[in-house]
Nanobody, 125 residues
Framework: VQLVESGGGLVQPGGSLRLSCAAS????????LGWFRQAPGKDRDFVAA????????SFADSVKGRFTVSRDDAKNTVYLQMNSLKPDDTAVYYC???????????????????WGQGTQVTVSS
């Protein structure tokens, strides 16, 4: 199983980025998917998740109203749309696949079994 994130980069405060995470070796259908981030010297924190059907999403308080998460199971891809970016959003962003089928959204990284390699997002003027 391989998850590959893309779409990271350098953006000015207030700008937007759209991250993508594509999988090979595993079909996303039926699995909850999550996004996490890790800043230097800090723990890996929950950002957003989408349940197996795509009908339920959840977000960290710090990104509510600014980030959205979506999935396209036909393309085996999950997206994180990030708007109104702040310097505090600077981190490496990781996508992850839940350990078991038909799980609801989860914020605990231990509930995820597959991880991507991460993509750097830097918000700076």
């Amino acid at each position: 199983v391989q998850l590959v994130e893309s779409g990271g980069g350098l953006v000015q405060p207030g700008g937007s980025l759209r991250l993508s995470c594509a999988a090979s070796g595993l079909a996303f259908s039926g699995y909850a998917l999550g996004w996490f981030r890790q800043a230097p010297g800090k723990d890996r924190d929950f950002v957003a998740a989408i349940n197996w059907s795509g009908g339920i999403t959840s977000f960290a308080d710090s990104v509510k109203g600014r980030f959205t998460v979506s999935r396209d199971d036909a393309k085996n891809t999950v997206y994180l749309q990030m708007n109104s970016l702040k310097p505090d959003d600077t981190a490496v962003y990781y996508c992850a696949v839940a350990r078991f089928l038909f799980m609801p959204t989860r914020s605990d990284p231990n509930d995820y079994g597959y991880w991507g390699q991460g993509t750097q997002v830097t918000v700076s003027s």
